[in-house]
């Protein structure tokens, strides 16, 4: 599967963005598609995962309620809307999937990455 993030760019902090993914080619499987995040100098970061049908979802601890991920299946796209933004919040924005689904959140368990997405957020 193929994927392709979009939405980023530069905000104020409290204003919201929403990246979307595209994914292309085998797309239906029963796993799960990810966002991730990867800020300078630092680790690639866990940010929410959703199961196929979009019922299960889950998230970094530290992002809930203002984070909230979706997906459109008809479009083969994962949303990740991102609500009251924060500085620290600035990074390159990950998607992903995995073909089998699973609760944990190791990124080297997915697969297929996109190129990423920048969100800068100033404060």
């Known amino acids: 599967v193929q994927l392709q993030a979009s939405g980023g760019g530069m905000v104020q902090s409290g204003d919201s963005l929403r990246l979307s993914c595209a994914a292309s080619?085998?797309?239906?499987?029963?796993?799960?598609m990810g966002w991730f995040r990867q800020a300078p100098g630092k680790e690639r970061e866990f940010v929410a995962h959703?199961?196929?049908?979009?019922?299960?979802?889950y998230y970094a601890d530290s992002l809930k309620g203002r984070f909230t991920i979706s997906r459109d299946n008809t479009k083969n796209t994962v949303y990740l809307q991102m609500n009251n933004l924060k500085p620290e919040d600035t990074a390159v924005y990950y998607c992903?999937?995995?073909?089998?689904?699973?609760?944990?959140?190791?990124?080297?368990?997915?697969?297929?990455w996109g190129q990423g997405t920048q969100v800068t957020v100033s404060s």
């Open positions: 992903a999937a995995r073909t089998y689904y699973s609760d944990d959140y190791y990124p080297t368990t997915f697969a297929s």
């Open positions: 080619g085998r797309t239906r499987s029963n796993g799960n």
């Open positions: 959703i199961s196929w049908s979009g019922g299960s979802t």
